[in-house]
């Protein structure tokens, strides 16, 4: 089945270093969202992307869709200890598959 | 703005005993997504309703059912609790798009239930 998977796992950054997470579909996808969840907080909405090759801007943070659309990456410029959190991307099939696949999460940790 | 309210935000329950969470999702929004997250873990989905129908079902076990009322709240039934159903239990709720897709998803601050 469609999975899909996110790296890494765990990153420490100093405050100030940059930070990327890459999510990887097995499928095509027909869009894929990206939430962020603070510790003991609930995942909140960051973005949807959903063109090939497709790049958006939100301050500091820089989505990404692949051409093929089957993998995209976020990446935080300048980390700050408010960038605390788990990085969640959830990718929607396309076709006939509509489930909405989510990647295991990239906890990111900052030190101040 | 209004968000999606869920009660009770905390539950704590026996085994064997049953329990039912609510979700109230945010004004308009159609569809309803129930979540399972266990400690470090990624949301499990479990199941969906989109006007009162079942639209999607994921891994949700055959002891829990859920239904979404006529004024679009939903409740999550669960029985026979076991340990393992500890877990914090998301709600999210989507409003339908101008091309009929739901996807953005908004989530409420959950519950977390303790199986003890």
């Known amino acids: 089945g469609q999975q899909v998977m996110q790296i890494p796992q765990y990153q420490h950054v100093q405050e100030g270093e940059d930070f990327t997470t890459y999510c990887n579909s097995s499928t095509t996808l027909s869009n894929i969202q990206w939430y962020k969840q603070r510790p003991g907080g609930h995942p909140v909405f960051l973005i949807q992307l959903v063109k090939s090759g497709e790049v958006k801007k939100q301050k500091r943070l820089t989505f990404q869709f692949g051409e093929a659309k089957k993998n995209s990456s976020l990446h935080i410029t300048a980390t700050q200890t408010t960038d605390v959190g788990t990085y969640f991307c959830a990718g929607r099939g396309a076709g006939n598959n509509r489930k909405l696949i989510w990647g295991l999460g990239t906890s990111l940790a900052v030190n101040p | 703005a209004a968000g999606v309210i869920q009660s009770p935000r905390h539950l704590i329950k026996e085994k064997r005993e049953t329990a039912t969470l609510k979700c109230y999702p945010i004004p308009r929004h159609d569809t309803v997504y129930w979540y399972q997250q266990g400690p470090g873990q990624d949301p499990q989905f479990l199941i969906s309703?989109?006007?009162?129908?079942?639209?999607d079902k994921g891994s949700i076990p055959d002891r829990f059912s859920a239904q979404q009322f006529s004024d679009y709240h939903s409740e999550l039934n669960m029985s026979s609790l076991e340990l393992g159903d500890s877990a914090l239990y998301f709600c999210?709720?989507?409003?339908?798009?101008?091309?009929?897709?739901?996807?953005?998803?908004?989530f409420g601050p959950g519950t977390r239930l303790t199986v003890l």
């Open positions: 999210a709720s989507s409003p339908r798009t101008s091309g009929g897709h739901t996807d953005t998803q908004y």
């Open positions: 309703f989109y006007e009162k129908m079942q639209s």
